[in-house]
């Protein structure tokens, strides 16, 4: 289980490195090849048995939403950019780690003394709010802090809830879509009947970009995007779709903003739960994207199909997750790859 | 014509869900006997896009028709403890469309659409209002799941010179495609008729086929707004006045030599035409206009009134003219100007 080193490592769109280094160590010995493409994603060939000659797809982007510094202050504090979808809302009094080096700041924000009511009302964009690394002036501040740095939530990964008792949930950052990335790693650990190309793709958050690439290059009959995706389970009077639930096991999409399904890799999937009894949900029809958006429509065309790890709070510094649906994911991925020589084409 | 057209609204084809068209297309092709001289191929891409190639004589181009089988719909989001559904919206839905209006999924299943009570009457309510009432008792007994879509239910009415149905766009544009297929006897080009998936959620079909013909050039069929009626928004489009040669719509400018030639093929042959700027709204030229290198691209417009309601309203002779366009044009060689 990778999922705390991935967590923890910095990794906003564009600036991968530190998670692409983590992730190449770890499959170095599952895996019969890998290269860096120019992009930087990391495209893996676990060889099958030889019994299928199938190219199969399974993806996970290896990028997280954060910020880009923008401007340094005379003052030493710094204004930012954000970079992938964030509520502003979140940002305010958030701690944060700036650049390689990890430099700690907080995104600063008036105290409720110095505030009227009608001012606390409303929401604070984000080009209002600066980052506070604790220097007074830019001379200072720029021995730590460069224009174009990026930072992240400076979040350390927990274990929730009692020890060996019930189920086991953590919290972190970044779990879209390192949940993914993490599965993915599992994956290699078994041979299956086709070529599956391993793609830790880059830039996902901002548009799909590494996924277009990568797919353009491996061609594949086949994709699977995997994903932490978001789920909405804060109490609500109306009976309406919490998208997705923590603990009713991986979640199974079939349309989003990006693409809609493949038919044939849904019922795989479904067929494949309900038979070796592995829980699995339809993830809300209609909302969010994934790197099957840019896969799918790839050359000719790519039958792609994504499957998530449900998440509260994503794209914020504190998601929580559940290790049961974790592990339900990785089962019934690896079971329906092994099955998919049987589907039609 | 008439007899196609009908069947073909009247089939069921969400985006992403074209099953039963693709197979009522292939039925019709086959039914005439279309497609099946020497050099002739029919073919399903992976995405679903339904690909017929008619063979030329040679020395012509690679030429790709292009018109898309899906229509809009709603996708189920959540089934509630009582049996009803909320929905999302594949394609261009509108809440102003749906009340009172009724559903059909692909099992067979009808559904009212239903609206929470309204606080404001004179304000349009959101789609997350309104619901789906399939006559079940509670969730238990609910034939539907979420992720399951549904299609409009509307009959196709024969008013003489108009036709009023659900999904003319662009199943209007799917039935000039099979009328030319018939009625294009020779041609110096190899001419592929594509009827594309997934166009209303944003070209995808279009994307990838263009990709796999690598055409020379390209003519999307689909339908475009009209200004003709009580207080529309201004367009110079009218139903009855011939089919529209696009110059340019929301996300695309027509090549200008592909305008031009059925331009000139129209006045040529005494066909009478109009030329369509639409503000907003694109159709499959668009994607297949800069696939790999880029491809000189136009479309046959179909006026249609209503446009992604359940009831849109076409001009029988503006299908009929667009027939005869298009086979007057690719009877030819082409040369772009």
Redesign the interface.
């Known amino acids: 289980m990778w999922l705390k080193r991935l967590s923890e490592a910095g990794g906003v769109s564009g600036h991968e490195d530190e998670v692409r280094q983590i992730i190449l160590d770890i499959i170095a010995g599952h895996v019969d090849d890998y290269r860096v493409d120019s992009i930087g994603n990391i495209i893996a060939l676990k060889k099958g048995d030889g019994s299928s000659d199938l190219r199969v797809m399974v993806a996970a982007h290896m990028d997280e939403v954060g910020f880009m510094i923008s401007h340094v202050e005379e003052n030493g504090l710094l204004h930012f950019h954000k970079v992938g979808g964030l509520d502003d809302r979140i940002l305010p009094a958030k701690v944060v780690w700036i650049g390689d080096k990890k430099v700690p700041g907080v995104i600063g924000f008036k105290p409720a003394h110095l505030t009227e009511q009608n001012e606390r009302d409303q929401p604070i964009k984000y080009k209002q709010l600066t980052i506070d690394i604790g220097t007074t002036s830019k001379a200072e501040a720029e021995k730590l802090v460069q224009r174009g740095d990026y930072a992240t939530f400076a979040t350390e990964f927990v274990e929730l809830g009692l020890a060996g008792e019930g189920w086991q949930t953590v919290r972190g950052k970044a779990f879209d879509d390192r949940a993914g990335c993490a599965v993915l790693i599992e994956l290699l650990n078994t041979q299956y009947p086709f070529d599956l190309y391993a793609v830790f793709t880059v830039q996902e958050e901002v548009g799909l970009r590494g996924a277009q690439v990568a797919a353009f290059a491996v061609e594949p ?1 086949w994709a699977f995007a995997l994903e932490g995706t978001g789920a909405n389970e804060i109490p609500t009077p109306k ?3 919490p998208s997705t639930r923590l603990g009713h096991g991986p979640a199974i999409t ?2 989003d903003r990006s ?3 493949d ?1 044939r890799l ?1 019922r795989l999937l479904i067929d494949t739960a309900e038979e070796l009894g592995i829980p699995y949900q ?1 993830k ?4 969010g994207g994934t790197d099957a958006g840019a896969i ?8 792609s199909v994504t499957v998530a790890v449900p998440c509260r709070y994503i794209h914020s510094p504190a998601a929580i997750l559940n290790l049961d649906d974790f592990d339900h994911t990785v089962q019934l991925v690896r079971e329906s790859l092994s099955r998919l020589p049987t589907i039609p084409r | 014509m008439k007899e196609t057209i009908k069947k073909l609204v009247e089939t069921f084809g969400p985006s992403g869900y074209e099953q039963d068209i693709r197979d009522s297309i292939r039925q019709e092709i086959e039914r005439h006997g279309l497609a099946t001289e020497k050099g002739d191929e029919v073919r399903v891409d992976a995405l679903g896009n339904l690909i017929v190639l008619k063979k030329g004589a040679g020395d012509g181009h690679k030429v790709m028709l292009a018109a898309h089988m899906d229509e809009i719909g709603v996708i189920v989001t959540h089934v509630d403890e009582k049996g009803f559904l909320r929905f999302g919206r594949i394609g261009g839905v509108y809440p102003h469309t749906l009340l009172g209006g009724r559903v059909r999924f692909a099992d067979g299943t009808v559904g009212v659409i239903g609206v929470e009570k309204l606080e404001d009457r004179t304000k349009m309510p959101d789609l997350d209002k309104l619901f789906i009432d399939v006559g079940a008792k509670d969730k238990a007994s609910c034939p539907v799941r979420v992720g399951d879509v549904a299609s409009f239910v509307r009959p196709l009415a024969d008013m003489g010179d108009r036709l009023v149905a659900k999904a003319m766009d662009d199943r209007i544009g799917c039935a000039v495609l099979l009328q030319v297929l018939r009625d294009l006897k020779e041609t110096p080009h190899d001419v592929y008729f594509v009827f594309t998936v997934q166009e209303e959620v944003g070209l995808r079909g279009a994307t990838t086929s263009s990709y796999g013909v690598a055409p020379d050039l390209a003519l999307s069929v689909d339908v475009t707004g009209t200004g003709d009626t009580p207080e529309a928004r201004t367009m110079a489009v009218s139903l009855g006045d011939g089919p529209a040669i696009k110059v340019k719509d929301g996300g695309m400018l027509a090549h200008p030599g592909v305008k031009n030639w059925l331009v000139k093929t129209a006045e040529g042959n005494g066909i009478p035409y109009q030329l369509e700027v639409l503000e907003g709204g694109t159709t499959d030229a668009r994607a297949i206009q800069t696939s790999r290198a880029g491809v000189p691209a136009g479309c046959v417009s179909i006026p249609c009134r209503y446009v992604h309601t359940p009831s849109e309203m076409v001009d029988y002779g503006d299908v009929t003219h667009a027939v005869k366009l298009l086979v007057t044009a690719l009877s030819k060689p082409i040369e772009l100007m």
Do not use: N
């Open positions: 009959d009976d309406v779709s079939v349309m693409f809609i399904a038919k849904v339809i809300q029809p209609g909302i799918h429509r790839t050359r000719e065309g790519v039958p």
